[in-house]
DNA sequence: TTAGTTAAGTGACATATAGTCACTAATTAG
DNA sequence: CTAATTAGTGACTATATGTCACTTAACTAA
């Protein structure tokens, strides 16, 4: 499984035979994701409860140790601890930052990988309402409640970085269902940002990207219904404001 | 050295008395860095030249293991790692990403917290020129030479990254002297971007965001010498382009 | 059927930012 | 003193965003 993708010369065989993976004092390496959903009008954010030393029962992010005979990368970690827990792949993973210190861990100097990664509420409401150590939790709440570890800290850099997100992206979207308003996407940018925001600037910006497009349908909850959209697919980037280089 | 943040309790002790760092089968873990200079109207970046196996011999980024022993954190490792070589702290340092898979290094499965890093060339010329396994590479040219690892992967990320930066901060500023000029600053901004720029737009966007302070020195070499400029302390974000908040 | 309510979506003008380029300013070389 | 060179500005144009009243399309209750 452990295949080195440069060939070896063979002075460098005799070094692999005495010098492997384990023999390094290397730190403790954990990958940690903060999975996002946007529902009740409020943003959410899943939290486990940990089965294992150090601190059991408390609450903490989707995460864990690299499987080194199956995963192939950090993104396969990341994505099979996210599916164990929901039962799906999200729609949007990507990486955060990586926090390493000698005292975040009891256990002693440690490293976690944080991702950041949006999922519609419903693609995993069943799965997680029948059991019992996994949760949705408003961010407002969470940020407020004592988690383990540091995971109090990936979730305030994660939010931010989110936040960032919303003034120039269409990004947030991944939190929503497949097909959604524009003012359904309003208001989640708006608790994003965290104040209102023009409709008319708004809907002229994402329409000029051309990152969405009109299925035709449409759904109304008391006024006029609103057009339903979806995420273009194969779109690269998903900036909605100008950039200068074009 | 190594004390834990968290005070634990007398059923975790007997836990953390059996399981410490080193008993986890946990990836190797390095620390690399992307330390660029703006030097003859280039981009370069600072190469090492590797004295152990693996890849003894080739060039790759400064980087290294964290020393559990001594470094309190991530930031701690890359610091000193870059001091070793540099002989100085660069002004600027800021984490890239970590890449971590089974095969990027012959030893098993590995990861690497990228930083990338901006220095003023007169501040470490001597220091560097007086070894002769670390050296200034031009960007062009490093990105076609085989490097260590997948290090050439690092570079193209860290200068896409950086030519990011450029359409919207002055965050390359760091990568020149303490004292520099505005057609200095300009033509750094255009060889990251790749266009040449509007000189009267690029002066209108930086001077409206207020993040440099004129020191009223000028220097000029052949017309009408330019001001000297340096950084305004204390200034948490470098953007110049306004951003939908304000 | 119709008037009132609600929410979606648009028209049109005001304001702010960026692009363009000719012009002025300050220096050196000869 | 004049030409060459590079720094820096004035003033207009083009484009993007802010604002808000207005129209549209649904529902509900007389």
Chains 1, 2 share one sequence.
Not at 11 to 17: G, H, K, S
Request: glycine fraction near 6%; hydrophobic fraction near 40%.
């Amino acid at each position: 499984m452990t295949k080195p993708r440069v060939r070896a010369t063979s002075e460098e065989w005799d070094y692999l035979r005495e010098y492997r993976v384990g023999d390094y004092p290397t730190p403790l390496l954990t990958v940690d994701a903060v999975l996002f959903t946007f529902h009740d009008n409020q943003l959410q954010v899943l939290l486990v409860q940990r089965a294992n030393h150090p601190a059991k029962g408390q609450w903490g992010l989707p995460g864990g140790f690299v499987a080194l005979e199956q995963d192939a990368d950090l993104d396969a970690t990341v994505r099979r601890n996210l599916m164990a827990k929901t039962g799906v792949e999200p729609p949007h993973i990507e990486q955060l930052a990586s926090y390493g210190s000698a005292h975040r861990d009891p256990r002693g100097w440690s490293v976690t990988v944080c991702y950041s990664a949006l999922i519609a509420h419903q693609a995993c409401a069943q799965q997680i309402d029948s059991v019992s150590d996994v949760r949705w939790v408003p961010l407002d709440e969470a940020l407020v409640s004592p988690l383990a570890f540091d995971h109090q800290q990936l979730l305030v850099d994660a939010r931010e970085r989110l936040r960032q997100k919303a003034l120039y992206s269409i990004v947030p979207a991944y939190a929503l269902p497949d097909r959604f308003t524009l003012p359904q996407l309003q208001q989640l940018h708006e608790v994003l940002i965290g104040k209102t925001l023009q409709k008319k600037s708004f809907r002229r910006r994402i329409e000029q990207a051309e990152l969405l497009i009109d299925t035709g349908e449409k759904r109304g909850e008391g006024g006029r219904p609103a057009s339903l959209y979806r995420m273009r697919p194969n779109t690269a980037d998903h900036f909605f404001v100008r950039n200068l280089e074009s």
